[in-house]
């Protein structure tokens, strides 16, 4: 259930299919985002629910990964089969996958 983030580059580089959900809120995604991610904040996730895609992964974001777990049992529980909760969260991606990234 969970993906590392050098898996996540790997599948990005290799454009397998997938969508990056990042349920931050706006002012975290002000501060840094990974380029072609799907931001629905997690407070507003069950009324969007239809703009999450059923046929590819769907990898969740946050900022260290302890909101993106819980969101991606709910989303299990809520019928999506293929669901990764991206383990360290955008943290993780700026120390370890784009150093350039700004962090907080």
Known sequence: MDITVQ????MRANNEP????????????????????????MNTLPENLEKLPRDEPL??????GGRSAQVAYW???NGFLNILNLEGG??????LI???MAQY
């Open 90 to 95: 955008i943290a993780a991606w700026a120390q």
């Open 7 to 10: 898996r996540l580059a790997e």
């Open 59 to 64: 990898v969740v974001m946050c900022h260290i």
């Open 98 to 100: 784009d150093t350039e």
């Open 18 to 41: 997938h969508t990056l959900l990042d349920i931050r809120e706006d002012q975290e995604v002000s501060i840094c985002a990974i380029e072609d991610s799907l931001l629905i904040p």
């Open 75 to 77: 989303l299990k529980d």
